[in-house]
């Protein structure tokens, strides 16, 4: 293979894990401050749809990745009422939120069915892009790769050298002393969780806008899921789901090509890859207990009820 | 700001125990008003499509019964997965490999013939179903891993793994390559109950009898109390001598086994042979009905009704209001919200607090 085929691939493998990768670091804020929110992929769907939708009406796909951001942490509020203000079963809520996203996006995206998309197009950094061998990859993608980028940094160094990321991890450990130390500690949380959603909002987006330019119903095809299972497969530190997300993205690419090569393998096996790698994945980390333990914030799925 | 609080109630609210989930129902009803008249349709119109109308004819209560057997069945299982403390969320999957491995006699063996091969299709459907449910009831077992995600996942596994067989070694040879199996013989299909007036097969009687079943097992026996102990208190279980991870192990294979049993059921009574889509999200609406059952398999047999009226209103809306039939899966998730919302009401007595003008301080406490 030559190089320029390997990083024609390897932007491939990239633009695949772009959504994974937003996703889950917004999953992992709102983990962090310790809500379990199974709504990733509800909200990532709406997110694909509104993007979808404002982008065709207005014919600019900013518009759209603004309004699918906007509209991803406005959905969460539901999943943080229930949950926060009013307790309840965190696990339930979340699919709950899922199963309505999934229910919403369906009813709005049927207009948009078999419509052409708008296409967010990549931005070429002009002279980096190019340098040999990784120019396009690093400097010649979407808009939404960079941001996936920053965003990596900018949640690590929030979380690990800020007060308020501080705070946040006080709260996702401990909520009983947090409070009493008179931290807000639902305030905390419901930031998280609208930060989650508005992530989970890009990243759907991205998917409507880059990865697949149209509206297809279920697309987001349980990568919500995958991006929960990121979370706890970097053991909650930013920077491992980078690696994560890049290394599923790597899955889901090494499948499709499979499949264009015409391998004897059976499509729908190949198709399965990414799921099964999931699982796979997970047994590995979840054996590993010594490391799982260190990093989960302990009063993550714990209903917090201040006592007055 | 104006604010909820939450104040913890002495004892859980006997009222609130009953009354929430019509409570939750009144809520999505009007929430539904809105959004029909959000999409320009009258309300009360929108409402009597949804709920009235498909109980007005008896072809369509039949249509119902077919419907709310897959979601009883599954949702019941799931109560003992739920009340354990057990995460099940991949009874989609469980339902598409019950099926899958009740079909072995009839796709592959189709020359035998006879009264044995209906309870041996159900029973391999039971298999099938709690085979693949041991899948996380293992990992977490063993390993600790998230039974959520990974039966989650082995639900897009097992939708893949039909499509495989429909499409490759079990496609019918004389089916044109349409993705189906050979449609099943007669003695592979489950009878109608009352052919006369409608399609509804016997299905529902094991609905009810799993409902039973499982009702008197977790409120008369010794198992009941073990699933409820270790899903309140797995610390407690252990004290009382009983096994977390045995318990993995018995709630995953019962909720697997009713799950592979609906999808068999779906299968045999419904359909009559394996399509590439054999269902249209019964393992995730099962979740809602267990919760709008309140985890109890007698609500669950009620809550089962509910969300099947709500597919036939969906089909019935789209014909007679043309709304699409999507705005079913809406209701369906605003319903398991105010279900969710409104069990607050049995543990908290809910306070909207104003802004209070500055007070004098507060003694220390």
């Given amino acids: ?308 | 700001m104006t604010r909820i609080e939450l104040v913890r109630r002495p004892q859980h609210s006997a009222l609130f125990s009953v009354l929430s989930p019509f409570i939750a129902v009144l809520i999505t009803a009007l929430i539904g008003g809105i959004m029909f008249a959000m999409l320009g349709k009258s309300p009360i119109g929108g409402l009597y499509a949804y709920f009235i109308e498909p109980l007005t004819e008896v072809w369509s209560i039949h249509e119902l019964i077919i419907k709310a057997t897959p979601l009883i069945l599954i949702a019941v299982g799931l109560s003992v997965c739920f009340l354990s403390n057990n995460w099940n969320i991949g009874a989609e999957g469980q339902f598409i490999m019950g099926a899958i491995a009740g079909s072995v006699m009839p796709v592959l063996y189709p020359g035998i013939t006879g009264p044995m091969v209906l309870p041996l299709m159900l029973v391999m459907g039971m298999a099938g179903g709690a085979a693949w449910a041991t899948i996380p009831a293992f990992l977490k077992a063993r390993f600790g891993t998230n039974e959520i995600l990974s039966s989650l996942m082995l639900v897009y596994v097992a939708e893949l793994f039909l499509d495989w067989l429909v499409r490759g070694p079990w496609r019918n040879p004389e089916g044109f390559n349409f993705p189906e199996t050979r449609s099943f013989h007669a003695d592979a299909i489950l009878p109608e109950m009352l052919s006369a007036s409608g399609r509804a097969h016997y299905g529902f009687v094991f609905a009810i009898l799993a409902a039973l079943i499982v009702w008197f097992m977790l409120s008369r026996t010794l198992k009941g109390y073990e699933i409820r102990v270790l899903g309140e208190s797995p610390r407690a279980g252990r004290f009382a001598g009983f096994s977390a991870k045995r318990m993995v192990f018995f709630a995953f294979i019962v909720s697997g086994a009713l799950a592979g049993l609906a999808g068999i059921i779906e299968v045999s009574g419904a359909i009559g042979q394996l399509r590439p889509a054999i269902s249209p999200g019964y393992g995730f609406t099962a979740i809602i009905v267990a919760f709008l059952g309140r985890l109890n398999p007698l609500g669950i047999v009620a809550a089962g009704l509910i969300l099947a009226l709500s597919y036939l209103g969906g089909e019935a809306a789209q014909i007679s209001l043309g709304v699409s039939d999507k705005v079913a899966n809406v209701f369906q998730g605003v319903l398991l919200f105010s279900v969710l919302a409104c069990d607050t009401l049995i543990r908290y007595r809910i306070r909207i607090v104003r802004p209070q003008p500055a007070a004098t301080p507060e003694p220390a406490r």
């Fill in chain 1, 1 to 308: 293979m030559s190089p320029d085929v390997i990083q024609a691939i390897l932007i491939t493998v990239v633009t695949a894990a772009t959504p994974l990768l937003i996703a889950a670091l917004g999953e992992l804020v709102v983990e962090r401050s310790g809500v379990l929110n199974l709504g990733v992929e509800g909200m990532m769907i709406i997110g694909a749809v509104t993007g979808f939708g404002a982008a065709q009406i207005t014919g600019s796909p900013w518009a759209g990745v603004l309004v699918a951001i906007v509209c991803g942490a406005l959905f969460s509020l539901p999943f943080a009422v229930l949950t926060l203000s009013l307790a309840t079963n965190q696990v339930a809520t979340g699919l709950s939120l899922t199963l309505l996203g999934l229910g919403v996006a369906g009813m709005i995206g049927e207009q948009f069915v078999g419509l052409p998309g708008v296409r967010l197009e990549a931005i070429a950094i002009p002279g980096l892009v190019d340098i040999p061998l990784i120019g396009r990859l690093l400097f010649g993608q979407d808009p939404i790769f960079y941001l996936s980028i920053l965003l990596a940094f900018g949640v690590w160094w929030f979380i690990f050298r800020t007060r308020a990321g501080l705070t946040l991890r006080a709260v996702g450990d401990s909520h009983g002393s947090a409070h009493a130390l008179g931290i807000n500690v639902l305030r905390v949380r419901y930031l998280a969780v609208m930060f989650g959603g508005a992530c989970a909002g890009l990243a759907g987006a991205h998917l409507s806008l880059v990865y697949i330019p149209q509206w297809v119903e279920n697309m987001t095809a349980g990568r919500g899921w995958i991006a929960l299972a990121l979370v706890v497969f970097a053991s909650w530190l930013p920077l491992r789901v980078v690696i994560g997300a890049y290394l599923f993205g790597a899955v889901t690419i090494a499948q499709f090509h499979a499949q264009a090569q015409g391998v004897a393998i059976p499509s729908q096996f190949l198709s399965a890859l990414p799921y099964l790698a999931t699982i796979v994945v997970l047994v590995l980390i979840s054996s590993n207990r010594r490391m799982t333990m260190r990093n989960t914030p302990a009063s993550l799925g714990k209903p917090f009820v201040p006592d007055r």
